[in-house]
């Protein structure tokens, strides 16, 4: 066999689909009839392997299996699977997937059809010229209409749907199909063994024992243990200490060549030095030119990060930087707050991130923490003509220095069936949307085009969308630019004290509702003290919405004889400890929960 | 710490039955009158007072004896009788003790009462809980106004000259005139003592499944506190002392027994769920009355000798056993003290803990301070105590020193 031709019985692939359409079910079923892990040993969906994604039913970190098998022209053929995950928050890493591959299984489910993800994966796939497989899922339902479901697939993307195999992941049928398929028409790796080498970041962990392994795509060349290699976007370089294979666990092995897909240890200290889109290359003998692609992280949406208990200040940050060196994405510093202390404010993709970097925080590392509202990056053009970005609330300046501010937009793509167009476009429109365009896909499947502000679209938006389509309704959105706004910073007083934690910027138009929601939950939320309590918002000096927390009254126990003396120090206990769940604030001692709260905006209340 | 050695014991007797059970009441006692249930009861009684008395040297001293309950005046004058005579015998107990028996209106006769007397009780306890028969009959009691008059005459008679009267306020029925006329009923009846209990509605009674049911209602907490500090100064007009949150007494008629709880003194209890607090040690009985009889009837109990013995922890009738750390005592002597009038005085704290009260709580000063600027607490440099509106939210001032 030639030194190429090894390359022939490679194929890389990823599985790409709309969130639930059954894609991580559908790896779980192709491991399992490449004989991998046997069927009983499964855990469900086993490439979700954080407990958080299986319980979200979303993958969010990458997991890359190689798998052998044998196919019916005779020839045993390697697999390497790459997932991807599922969330619009991590488009870039799916795009970076993709470029690790040659083809992508799309897989769309027969009853429910072609969404909004669905086409933004095609895209992003078809922008990495990968070949397509579209799979029609979940055709052991009663409700599959896979005639209709191919000819949207063919209308609406324009890929020929007429071969796509029929299948049942959770059953099972259709399988073998699939990856007879797989093997006759996604290409081989084509790259060039004696090159120089060209790899691909597409994602990296961080192990306790082997430092960052990353996990990377051969282009040209090959690296074995001892090179030394040259991370091309960040220029920084590293020793190889280990090559391998994913089984998906590392499995060493002597070299990576081109074509191949595995995972290189070099003693690196945190995943964003390995930078996801990255090229390695060998330094001795550098290739030419990156690969394309490559993008910095950039965070989207911030919050205040602060620990609920101030001496656990050391314990999250080292949680944050232990979080850090696994998500590059992920993007933190210190700051200081008034009402809080000690913190941080970080950065994030999306709220679905922020959302689980935080209960990743309490999980996996039993910290309480406090979250403040999250915010986007306003630019703020000052009177004397400077421009600041502003992410957090409080460092707006004073309003008489602000000539105007701008705030990030982002283009929405929302998909739904035709009987919600009515509830949707009400929503878009309360949530300040510009409607750009609108299309029937089919008959009864409308895509709506909206230009919205990424601070409406941040809060509960995707909730909103889903329960108002029963589930069906699907969103894509990016940024696109910076648009002039009227927002205000509104802060919330308690006994008259303003407590910057709880400050946001909001339109102008929504400000009072928000105002009184806030006052409103706080009520609900800050416990009786000795004396009243005023919960104010306001713009500036102007109060737009008050409440008042009444003074308790009575707190006593009538009896207190000899046998109620231990009962009663527990019950005493019980307050202390609740106590020590609150954060004060001046006089005013507000329970952790507060924080949480007042960002669930319901705008049905 | 230590218990002050010259201060004698409080003997506490549990008798856990009743003619019928109220509807708020969450103290263990068992409804109905089985006389032989009582009988056996008795003697587990007297055995649980023969093992711990059973050494004669170093016999345990007491200055005060209160029979509770339950309802301890439902029972024969002659079971009543052995007990005392059983505690006599057993211990060491004062000539000028007060003996205190709790009483039920409808359960008192004259002839219990002379009966009383000849057994040296001095002291009777009256569960008057109001004088308004609608409201009695709301609580589930089973005696009327004129029950209680007549109780108090009768005792009178048989020559108690220390009376006290239990009220409860903040009970379904009970507005604010009715309480005024309960209390001046009261006052009229010239009681040495007096005791009035906010309703707590307790899980596991009646009037708890009822609130949950929504068949009661709780009276608002805006009346309950104006009924409470109209009752203060009503009593502080009449001329009794208000001692404790729920406690007025005449002059010298503080309850010698209860105010051991509260002082930190020392406490033995017999029967079943009765509580102890001696040498450091706080531990009970179970609440339940077939055990706690069977488990006296138990020729085994050597733990009789010492009250640190860990025997005494795995004995059969024990439920709770638990050996206070300094700070479990210097907690529950803050939030006892606070409980009374006279509150926390430094100077017993350094005599009892060995530290200045400062010392050990410093940390806690600057919270404490919040409540004396806002007028709940008096602090100064011999005590430490709640003021009238501070008695109102006294858990959230108690809870800073556990």
Redesign the interface.
């Known amino acids: 066999m030639s030194k190429k031709d090894y390359q022939q019985y490679i194929r890389n692939f990823s599985i790409i689909a709309h969130i639930d359409h059954g894609k991580s079910t559908l790896a779980d079923r192709i491991i399992e009839k490449t004989g991998l892990v046997e069927s009983r040993d499964m855990k469900e969906q086993f490439l979700d392997n954080m407990e958080l994604e299986r319980e979200r039913g979303i993958t969010i970190k990458l997991q890359t299996t190689r798998l052998m098998y044998h196919s019916q022209d005779g020839n045993d053929y390697i697999f390497n699977l790459i997932d991807t995950p599922g969330h619009v928050d991590f488009n870039y890493e799916v795009s970076r997937s993709l470029a690790a591959c040659e083809g992508a299984v799309l897989v769309v489910d027969a009853t429910q059809g072609v969404e909004a993800q669905t086409l933004a994966n095609v895209y992003l796939a078809l922008d990495e010229d990968l070949e397509i497989l579209p799979v029609l899922n979940k055709i052991d339902l009663a409700s599959a209409r896979p005639d209709e479901t191919r000819e949207e697939i063919e209308e609406v993307i324009g890929l020929d749907a007429s071969e796509a195999p029929l299948i049942s992941a959770k059953e099972g049928i259709g399988i073998e199909e699939l990856l007879e398929d797989v093997v006759k028409n996604i290409p081989a790796p084509s790259g060039n063994p004696e090159g120089k080498l060209k790899a691909l970041i597409f994602d990296s962990k961080y192990d306790n024992y082997k430092g960052v392994i990353i996990y990377t795509r051969i282009f040209d060349g090959e690296v074995t243990k001892g090179d030394i290699i040259r991370l091309m976007n960040t220029g920084k370089k590293y020793e190889v200490t280990e090559v391998g294979i994913c089984a998906p666990g590392p499995v060493p092995t002597d070299v990576l060549k081109a074509g191949e897909v595995g995972y290189i240890c070099g003693s690196i200290k945190q995943v964003s030095d390995a930078r996801v889109g990255d090229t390695i290359t060998l330094d001795r003998d550098p290739a030419d030119e990156m690969l394309p692609g490559y993008k910095k992280a950039q965070s989207m949406v911030y919050c205040g990060i602060y620990p609920a208990e101030g001496e656990k200040y050391e314990n999250v940050k080292d949680a944050l930087e232990k979080l850090q060196v696994n998500d590059a994405a992920f993007n933190f510093e210190p700051e200081t707050s008034t009402a809080l202390g000690f913190g941080f404010r970080c950065g994030f993709l999306g709220l679905l991130h922020m959302e689980i970097i935080v209960e990743r925080l309490e999980r996996e590392f039993d910290l309480a923490v406090i979250t403040t509202s999250p915010s986007v990056i306003y630019r703020v053009v000052k009177t004397d003509g400077t421009v600041e970005m502003i992410q957090n609330p409080t460092n707006l300046p004073p309003q008489q220095e602000i000539s105007y501010i701008e705030e990030p937009m982002v283009k929405a793509d929302i998909m739904i069936p035709k009987e919600y167009v009515g509830g949707i476009m009400e929503l878009c429109q309360e949530r300040r949307g510009k409607m750009i365009h609108m299309e029937y896909i089919t008959e009864t499947r409308v895509q709506l085009h909206y230009e919205m502000p990424l601070n409406e679209v941040i809060y509960d938006f995707f909730d909103a969308l889903k329960s108002k389509t029963r589930g069906y309704g699907s969103l894509d959105y990016e940024f696109i630019r910076y648009e002039r706004s009227n927002v205000v910073k509104m802060d919330i007083l308690l006994n008259k004290e303003l407590v910057d934690a709880f400050s946001m910027i909001v339109h102008e138009s929504k400000a009072y509702a928000r105002g009184r929601f806030v006052c409103e939950k706080l009520k609900e939320i800050i416990p009786m003290h000795q004396f009243e309590v005023p919960i104010q918002a306001a713009i500036g000096q102007k109060v737009i919405a008050r409440e008042t927390v009444k003074a308790y009254r009575k707190d006593v126990i009538a009896k207190c004889y000899g046998g109620d003396i231990s009962r009663k120090k527990k019950l005493l206990e019980k307050q202390k400890e609740g106590k020590k769940r609150m954060r004060q604030f001046g006089t005013v001692e507000v329970p952790q929960e507060a924080f949480t709260a007042v960002l669930k905006y319901d705008e049905n209340k | 710490m230590k218990t002050n050695k010259a201060d004698k014991a409080g003997l ?1 007797v549990h008798i856990p039955f009743c003619l019928r059970k109220c509807l708020y009441c969450d103290f263990f006692s068992k409804s109905g009158s089985d006389e032989n249930l009582q009988k056996e009861y008795v003697q587990a009684l007297i055995r649980e007072m023969e093992f711990y008395g059973s050494r004669q040297e170093n016999r345990i001293k007491a200055d005060t004896v209160f029979l509770g309950g339950g309802t301890p005046s439902i029972m024969k004058p002659a079971l009543t009788a052995a007990v005392i005579e059983a505690l006599r015998k057993n211990f060491d107990i004062d000539t000028e003790a007060e003996i205190t028996i709790e009483c039920n209106p409808a359960t008192l006769t004259k002839e219990k009462l002379e009966e009383y007397r000849k057994d040296g009780i001095n002291r009777l306890s009256i569960g008057a809980q109001s004088f308004d028969d609608d409201v009695l009959k709301r609580l589930g009691r089973v005696h009327s106004s004129q029950d209680i008059i007549q109780t108090v005459r009768m005792a009178r008679k048989a020559g108690f000259g220390n009376i006290n009267i239990d009220l409860m306020f903040a009970v379904p029925g009970l507005d604010m005139n009715k309480w005024k006329a309960s209390m001046n009923k009261t006052l009229e009846l010239e009681p040495e003592h007096l005791s009035f ?4 509605i307790a899980e596991g009674t009646p009037f708890g499944e009822m609130l949950r049911q929504g068949i009661l209602e709780e009276t608002p ?2 009346t ?2 104006s009924m409470y500090h109209w009752a203060m100064e009503t009593i502080d007009r009449a001329g009794y002392d208000h001692y404790e ?2 406690n007025a007494a005449a002059e010298g008629r503080k309850c010698r027994h ?1 105010m051991k ?2 002082t930190f003194g020392e ?1 033995m ?1 017999f029967g079943a ?5 001696m040498g450091g040690v ?1 531990y ?1 009985n179970i609440c339940d009355i077939g055990r706690y009889i069977s488990s006296m009837s138990n020729q085994d109990m050597s733990w009789g000798e010492s009250f640190s013995r860990q025997e005494h922890a795995a004995a059969d009738c024990t439920e ?1 056993y ?1 050996v206070n750390s300094f700070e ?1 005592s210097a ?2 002597y803050v ?2 003290a606070l ?1 009374t009038k006279e509150g926390v005085i430094l100077e017993d704290f350094r005599e009892r803990f060995g530290s200045r009260f400062w010392d050990v709580y410093g940390r806690q000063r600057g919270e404490l301070e ?2 004396v600027r ?1 007028g ?1 607490v008096i602090s100064d440099s011999r005590h430490i105590a709640l003021t009238g509106m501070g ?6 001032i ?3 020193f ?1």
């Open positions: 506490y209990y906010s309703l707590e907490v805006e309950d506190r949150i729920s209860n709880y509260w406490y209890g769920s009765a509580h102890s607090f706080r009970s709770m638990h479990d907690s529950e939030f006892t409980r919040s409540f806002s709940h008695i109102d939210i006294s858990n959230r108690m809870a800073i556990v």
